[in-house]
């Protein structure tokens, strides 16, 4: 078996990347561990940045979101029983698009398989193989066969679990890690909307997130123990934890409904680095992590895959290998940018336990500050809508 392009993984990056090449006329196929109906149903974020809305669109992949998502133009902070708004779009001229990520999936894999792309799902064993010639390939088991696949290049997309980052030797390698003490207890609810834009709250209990999915359903998080259970948390205590959170003293709640989908996500920030040995290249959550605060790991995966595409389309094109070569460095300023962020709104809104009654209320003058300085909440804003310079 032969390709352009092998690429592991068919989360947003790999699928994206495949379609994206495909319609400028580059072969790639693409392996999953995973089957069809389990990507297609994992839970994940759901706010697209206008730009990769944009991308989404440009690739004709876009139609459904443009339907089915709903455009947001603020989000809000909620701090000290008061709801202040981000004016995304006055203070940016960019908007989100709220989407969920196994929507995205959805419409990547339907597009990949109308174009007749080579899309396997249930691969086992994959293996990479000289990376670091002109010649690498990939081995697999698929169907109960063994394969091997030659290709030009291989591209990681095979998220932080994935065999891809180590095949990047160790001694060339750098990790940075930061692992938060908490986690996100998540919620899935037959309700209408709280708020029509995100509400992002800081609380002495700790932090929470209203966000939607549909008129129909909303999306609803609240800090707590990573270690924790789904099961010690019954409909009743998530309702009051939410209420004592999210609702204001203007006598704005949290609107309750059936609760159909519970879970706990741990939170951590992690970058690679390099990003690409050889003929090895990594995307998305295969290199990095960041903490869903920022809402921005999708976001970070397909800007990966924009300067990969441009990459490889210099190389077949006109031989070029110079953004090949540059493509670690080019991509690393927009993850680290992402990074900072993240991070400084995962510290601004968190019960962080070790913080002193000093620092909680350094957090709430930073949420004042960021609330009413225009330059502050600019600066927010461009990192939440992805308009930065970098
Ligand atoms: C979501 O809707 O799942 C979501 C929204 C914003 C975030 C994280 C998750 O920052």
Redesign the pocket.
């Given at each position: 078996m032969r390709t352009q392009v092998g690429i592991v993984g068919a989360g947003p990056a790999g699928l994206l990347l495949s379609h994206l090449l495909h319609l400028r006329g580059i072969d790639s196929v693409v392996l999953e561990a995973r089957g069809r109906a389990q990507i297609e149903s994992t839970?994940?974020?759901?706010?697209l940045e206008q730009g990769t809305a944009d991308l989404l669109t440009e690739a004709g992949v876009g139609a459904r979101m443009k339907t089915e998502g709903a455009v947001h133009h603020g989000i809000e902070l909620a701090f000290e029983g008061k709801r202040r708004r981000i004016d995304l779009t006055e203070l940016t001229g960019h908007s989100i698009t709220?989407y969920?990520?196994h929507e995205v999936l959805k419409d990547l894999v339907a597009a990949r398989i109308a174009a007749n792309g080579a899309l396997l799902f249930d691969v086992s064993d994959t293996s990479l193989h000289d990376v670091d010639t002109g010649t690498p390939s990939i081995r697999f088991q698929h169907a109960g066969e063994s394969h091997e696949l030659q290709c030009d290049y291989v591209i990681g997309c095979d998220g932080s679990q994935g065999v891809s980052r180590a095949a990047i030797p160790q001694a060339l390698r750098r990790d940075y890690e930061r692992v938060f003490p908490f986690g996100?207890f998540?919620i899935l609810v037959e309700a209408p909307p709280s708020s029509h834009e995100?509400i992002?709250a800081r609380h002495e209990r700790g932090f929470a997130?209203i966000?939607?999915?549909s008129p129909n359903v909303q999306?609803m998080?609240f800090q707590c123990d990573p270690h924790d259970t789904v099961e010690h948390w019954s409909d009743d205590r998530i309702w009051a934890e939410l209420h004592a959170r999210v609702d204001s003293s203007e006598g704005e709640h949290v609107v309750e409904g059936r609760i159909f989908q519970k879970n706990i996500v741990g939170m951590r920030s992690f970058v690679s680095t390099t990003m690409q040995y050889g003929r090895l290249f990594l995307a998305g959550d295969a290199a990095h992590i960041v903490p869903?605060?920022?809402?921005?790991g999708l976001n970070l995966a397909v800007a990966d895959v924009r300067v990969l595409t441009r990459a490889l389309e210099a190389f077949y094109r006109e031989g070029r290998t110079d953004l090949l070569e540059g493509y670690s460095a080019t991509a690393l300023k927009r993850v680290w940018r992402a990074e900072h962020f993240s991070y400084w709104?995962t510290r601004m809104l968190h019960r962080l336990d070790d913080a002193s009654p000093f620092e909680q209320q350094l957090q709430i003058a930073e949420l004042e500050h960021v609330t009413t300085s225009r330059a502050a909440s600019t600066a927010l804003a461009e990192n939440y809508v992805g308009a930065v310079a970098v």
């Amino acid at each position: 078996m032969r390709t352009q392009v092998g690429i592991v993984g068919a989360g947003p990056a790999g699928l994206l990347l495949s379609h994206l090449l495909h319609l400028r006329g580059i072969d790639s196929v693409v392996l999953e561990a995973r089957g069809r109906a389990q990507i297609e149903s994992t839970i994940r974020a759901g706010v697209l940045e206008q730009g990769t809305a944009d991308l989404l669109t440009e690739a004709g992949v876009g139609a459904r979101m443009k339907t089915e998502g709903a455009v947001h133009h603020g989000i809000e902070l909620a701090f000290e029983g008061k709801r202040r708004r981000i004016d995304l779009t006055e203070l940016t001229g960019h908007s989100i698009t709220v989407y969920a990520q196994h929507e995205v999936l959805k419409d990547l894999v339907a597009a990949r398989i109308a174009a007749n792309g080579a899309l396997l799902f249930d691969v086992s064993d994959t293996s990479l193989h000289d990376v670091d010639t002109g010649t690498p390939s990939i081995r697999f088991q698929h169907a109960g066969e063994s394969h091997e696949l030659q290709c030009d290049y291989v591209i990681g997309c095979d998220g932080s679990q994935g065999v891809s980052r180590a095949a990047i030797p160790q001694a060339l390698r750098r990790d940075y890690e930061r692992v938060f003490p908490f986690g996100w207890f998540g919620i899935l609810v037959e309700a209408p909307p709280s708020s029509h834009e995100l509400i992002y709250a800081r609380h002495e209990r700790g932090f929470a997130l209203i966000s939607t999915r549909s008129p129909n359903v909303q999306r609803m998080y609240f800090q707590c123990d990573p270690h924790d259970t789904v099961e010690h948390w019954s409909d009743d205590r998530i309702w009051a934890e939410l209420h004592a959170r999210v609702d204001s003293s203007e006598g704005e709640h949290v609107v309750e409904g059936r609760i159909f989908q519970k879970n706990i996500v741990g939170m951590r920030s992690f970058v690679s680095t390099t990003m690409q040995y050889g003929r090895l290249f990594l995307a998305g959550d295969a290199a990095h992590i960041v903490p869903p605060t920022g809402a921005k790991g999708l976001n970070l995966a397909v800007a990966d895959v924009r300067v990969l595409t441009r990459a490889l389309e210099a190389f077949y094109r006109e031989g070029r290998t110079d953004l090949l070569e540059g493509y670690s460095a080019t991509a690393l300023k927009r993850v680290w940018r992402a990074e900072h962020f993240s991070y400084w709104m995962t510290r601004m809104l968190h019960r962080l336990d070790d913080a002193s009654p000093f620092e909680q209320q350094l957090q709430i003058a930073e949420l004042e500050h960021v609330t009413t300085s225009r330059a502050a909440s600019t600066a927010l804003a461009e990192n939440y809508v992805g308009a930065v310079a970098v």
